[in-house]
């Protein structure tokens, strides 16, 4: 005697239907990235152009929308604006340099002559000021640069006194915030490097120096361009060490954040300018060829 089937037909896992369709599994993969990518970031810009183009009410404060290039023109014909952009660029400039001549020194020693102990403790250090919050960090770097801060404590018995609040502290306070982004890639691409070409320039003659200029440098030129764009976008963008331990040291952020609310179109025409500058940045990176290896 026959009995009708009783299975019920099975229905199919979601990974077997997406292994059976390449483009549905692609689109579940990207949507949520491109939906970001588009609506959130690439969106926000748009609107931030548009509002560039727009005026405020002198009287009102009110944004009114239109098309005008008075606020892109205030940038280069206000001499205050245009120093400003000028130092902000500088700043970044001095940052990238600073931490580049210290990176790879220090990568050097790490990778090839300290021991495992050694080694971790100045990993330890190196990556220590991400342990703490940015503003911590702002605002430990101004107790030592205060009048009474620990520099001035530790030097006064030789005379020497610090720069005080200003441009200098800005540099250093950006240093000391940005330097990891720096020294981990740089130190993980000298890791790499086989230690017989050390010995080989050593036999050759060349000093360590010498070593560090002609060998490793040209070795190491892809990571540290990965470090400049870090180094070089975000000291950029950063106003609040400016608002802290600059003094009166103005920087490209700090225009922004005075007029956001009181003339947003303005704010949003010199927020281009870091924008515009690391376009400009990373196109003269590209000729180099050392983008083709990262």
Not at 147 to 162: I, K
Not at 165 to 175: A, D, M, N, Q
């Amino acid at each position: 005697m026959s009995h009708p089937p009783t299975l019920e037909r099975r229905t199919k896992p979601l990974s077997t239907a997406l292994y059976r369709h390449p483009r549905g599994r692609l689109a579940s993969l990207l949507t949520l990235p491109m939906a970001w990518l588009l609506g959130v970031y690439i969106l926000s810009l748009v609107l931030l152009l548009l509002t560039a183009f727009w005026t405020t009410d002198p009287f009102t404060s009110r944004v009114k929308p239109g098309f005008t290039l008075e606020n892109f023109e205030q940038l280069v014909t206000v001499p205050a604006y245009l120093s400003t952009a000028l130092r902000t660029l500088g700043i970044a400039l001095a940052v990238t340099a600073i931490c580049a001549a210290v990176a790879i020194p220090l990568a050097v020693f790490m990778a090839k002559v300290a021991g495992p102990r050694l080694r971790a403790v100045l990993a330890i250090l190196v990556t220590l000021p991400l342990w703490a919050g940015y503003l911590v960090k702002i605002i430990a770097m101004r107790l030592v640069w205060t009048d009474e801060g620990f520099f001035n404590w530790a030097l006064s018995p030789f005379g020497v006194s610090g720069p005080g609040f200003g441009t200098l502290t800005v540099i250093l306070t950006l240093v000391y915030l940005w330097f990891p982004y720096m020294a981990i890639p740089v130190y993980a691409a000298v890791s790499q490097i086989p230690t017989n070409l050390f010995d080989a320039s050593s036999d050759l003659g060349a000093s360590g120096a010498r070593t560090i200029r002609t060998v490793v440098a040209p070795l190491l030129l892809p990571a540290l361009i990965a470090g400049s764009i870090f180094t070089f976008s975000l000291s950029l963008g950063d106003y609040i060490a400016a608002m802290y331990v600059g003094g009166s040291t103005q920087m490209i952020g700090s225009i922004i954040a005075q007029n956001i609310n009181l003339n947003p179109p303005l704010a949003a025409a010199f927020s281009f300018v870091p924008i515009v500058l690391v376009i400009i940045y990373l196109s003269a990176v590209r000729r180099t060829g050392a983008l083709d290896n990262l």
